[in-house]
């Protein structure tokens, strides 16, 4: 680790934030530089200094400026003085018989969010959320039962890969052998909210896991999974570059209206051209269609058949999710047969179409099962605004 060749008097006079520190996680590099120029940082030294800070915050796992061995004593000093490296708060750890992992974080504001982490053989899942509550009310998601309370910022976003790396040890010891192993090596946008309908920050989240210098996450290790939101599909491909998933769920938009509401305002159809035309899926990235198996609701034999045929010319995977269910859910899971009976047509027909294992059940971790108490208060704009540390 290089050593500061820079003396400490280069350093403009410090000036401290009247409106106190502000948290480094979640910025963007230009973010943090316009952070760091802002308290005292001179502005040819300041790409190099991000460069060194990211690398501490994401790929060391830092949070004390103090330890940040290879910059000047003063200048630690000025960033200790002007900045935070914090997390989201761990209120509750729950571990399923299975090994799943279920967090609940607490952000600013007191609200609070559910995060799933599955693991696997040599490898583990997390499952992370990006709104409090949702936008949309999908009538089998538990969560679609929770008002939308705010968006997440980015660092609350990429805080939760950061907590979960925390819990796993997954963060490289200086002087260790390099382990290429990953507890932590797939992110699924698949918890709570709707994240197109949260898009920058999101976006900024996603660029800091897959940022060379800091978790460098791949981005075919990133799915994100919409119910629908049209306008921000292509966008997607072009900003973030991660897999797309898509909350489909119906094979008629009489069906799908009742299941996937957002159907009312982009129809079956309109979904399908936006993902024909998807800029980054091709036969190894294929768009994934998650099926959520329905007693006497979407599970028949022709429904099988149809979605097969609404799909055609779409490099496509099929995800059968078994329901998950919770208190009060309106529907029942397809029995083990039908499921099965669903999976042959499907895979008769040239798709692989696993049937996804219910994983973390017992602490109501599974998919569609993620609902925190946080309700939404009457908040004005200016108040999630401060909460969240943006402009209103
Ligand atoms: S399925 Fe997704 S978009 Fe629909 S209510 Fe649940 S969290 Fe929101």
């Given at each position: 680790m290089p050593t500061d060749?820079?003396?400490?008097?280069?350093?403009?006079v410090p000036r401290k934030r009247p409106e106190g520190p502000v948290n480094?996680?979640?910025?963007t590099r230009e973010a943090m530089r316009q952070a760091l120029i802002a308290a005292g940082t001179p502005e040819r030294q300041a790409r190099m200094r991000v460069g060194q800070i990211w690398q501490w915050i994401?790929?060391?796992?830092?949070?004390?400026?103090?330890?940040?061995?290879?910059?000047a004593k003063d200048y630690r000093a000025l960033l200790a003085e002007n900045f935070v490296i914090a997390l989201p708060e761990v209120v509750t750890r729950q571990v399923s018989g299975d090994g799943t992992r279920k967090y609940l974080v607490r952000i600013a504001g007191g609200h609070e969010v559910e995060v799933v982490y599955i693991p696997e053989e040599d490898r583990g899942t997390l499952c992370v959320?990006?709104?409090?509550?949702?936008?949309?009310?999908?009538?089998?998601?538990?969560?679609?039962?929770q008002k939308l309370v705010r968006n997440l910022t980015a660092g609350e976003i990429i805080g939760q890969v950061m907590l979960a790396r925390d819990d796993l040890g997954e963060w490289p010891v200086p002087g260790a052998p390099k382990d290429e192993?990953?507890?932590?090596s797939n992110v699924v946008l698949?918890?709570?909210?709707?994240p197109l309908y949260n898009f920058e920050n999101v976006r900024d989240a996603m660029k800091i896991a897959m940022d060379p210098e800091g978790i460098?996450?791949?981005?075919?290790r990133i799915t994100l999974s919409t119910s629908g939101v049209v306008p921000e599909i292509a966008r997607t491909a072009e900003e973030i570059g991660c897999q797309l998933a898509i909350?489909?769920?119906?094979?008629t938009d009489e069906v799908r209206d009742r299941l996937v509401p957002i159907n009312k305002r982009w129809p079956i159809a309109e979904l399908l051209d936006a993902l024909r035309t998807y800029?980054?899926?091709?036969n190894s990235e294929r768009i994934t269609f998650e099926y959520v198996m329905l007693d006497g609701v979407n599970d028949t034999d022709a429904d099988a058949r149809r979605l097969i045929k609404l799909i055609e010319g779409i490099p496509a995977k099929i995800n059968l999710i078994p329901f998950n269910e919770w208190p009060g859910a309106p529907y029942r899971r397809s029995t083990p047969a039908r499921i099965r009976a669903f999976a042959d047509i499907i895979y008769k027909a040239g798709y692989a179409s696993p049937i996804r294992t219910p994983r973390g059940e017992d602490i109501m971790?599974?998919?569609?099962q993620l609902k925190s108490a946080t309700e939404r208060a009457r908040k004005s704009r200016a108040q999630i605004a401060a909460e969240t540390g943006t402009s209103g």
């Open positions: 060749a820079i003396t400490p008097d280069v350093l403009t480094l996680v979640g910025l994401y790929h060391w796992g830092l949070r004390d400026f103090a330890a940040m061995t290879n910059l959320s990006s709104q409090v509550g949702c936008t949309l009310t999908c009538s089998f998601c538990h969560t679609g039962t192993t990953r507890l932590l698949m918890g709570m909210g709707e460098a996450l791949s981005r075919r909350s489909f769920h119906a094979t800029p980054k899926a091709s971790a599974a998919c569609g």
